[in-house]
């Protein structure tokens, strides 16, 4: 009886050892397959290239699957641009301009208004980059920037940013309004390559940075004085939201005016007593 038991037992093992060593070859020829064949990133990476515009066939394939689900309907079938919601055209617009209005949610654009509002991302950020390389091959324009932040200057970059950036954006880079129901978001909630992608694509009524105007070192130390302005140190006391002059004013007026004048009715008080 034991006998037979254990000769049961037997062929249950052997399928399980064939089992284990079958799933142990899919794994090691899947490991050999990704160093011999990397792809993507990791392809850039193991060649020593890690560029983030070095795209591949393969992601330009699917991005142009992508872009015909779900931007074609606006910006045209070989995105020419088109009149629904005044879609303009994304050739020549570069990988940076895509990756901006991407990441940030303002495409796909959800109506059609005075400019996109940044919202939650739609897509993936494998799917992203996947559209970026579409974009980027329609035609030559603005590639997504590769920031050194920690190399920059942060009192050029202050120079910079109030020359060239706080007539929009407030000189705390807190955003302002602009014509034609228009505004200039606030810098500080953005990243610092989205800072950066937007300094060379120049995204609704911002202008296009060239390189002759601003290099990248300068982007790099504006970036550096951005990071100082998401969370000053604010020595005088509260920040006020770092929006300017008027709530101050109105904080001068409604406790220092108001308490002065409670002051002035306690003296004339005593004064009669």
């Given amino acids: 009886m034991r006998r037979e038991m254990g000769g049961a037992r037997r062929p249950r093992r052997s399928r399980l050892v064939s089992s284990a060593a079958f799933v142990l070859a899919l794994v090691t020829l899947g490991a050999l397959w990704n160093l011999v064949f990397p792809s993507g990133g990791a392809a850039r990476a193991a060649a020593g290239n890690p560029d983030p515009n070095d795209f591949t066939a393969q992601q330009v394939k699917s991005g142009a699957q992508l872009f015909a689900e779900g931007c074609a309907s606006c910006h045209g079938s070989s995105g020419q641009g088109g009149t629904q919601a005044q879609a303009p055209s994304l050739i020549g617009v570069g990988a940076a301009a895509a990756d901006f209005q991407l990441t940030t949610g303002r495409m796909p654009l959800k109506a059609p208004a005075a400019q996109a509002p940044a919202k939650p991302v739609q897509y993936s950020p494998e799917q992203i980059l996947d559209l970026d390389a579409y974009v980027a091959s329609l035609g030559a324009g603005p590639e997504i920037p590769t920031i050194d932040a920690a190399s920059g200057d942060i009192a050029v970059g202050g120079q910079l940013f109030r020359a060239n950036c706080a007539n929009c954006h407030n000189f705390a880079g807190q955003g302002n309004v602009l014509s ?32 002759t105007q601003l290099s990248q070192a300068d982007i790099n130390s504006m970036i550096k004085y951005i990071q100082f302005l998401r969370s000053p140190k604010d020595p005088g006391g509260h920040g006020l ?23 002035c009715l306690w003296i004339g008080e005593r004064v009669k007593a």
């Avoid at 228009?182 to 296009?208: H, N």
């Avoid at 939201?241 to 002051?263: D, K, N, Q, S, T």
Wanted: cysteine-free.
């Fill in 180 to 211: 034609d129901g228009k505004y200039a978001p606030a810098i500080t909630p953005a990243t610092d390559l989205q800072v950066a992608e937007a300094v060379r694509s120049g995204p609704e009524s911002m202008p296009k940075f060239a390189t």
């Fill in 241 to 263: 939201g770092h929006v300017g002059p008027v709530p101050e004013g109105l904080v001068i007026f409604l406790v220092g005016i108001a308490g002065l004048a409670i002051v």
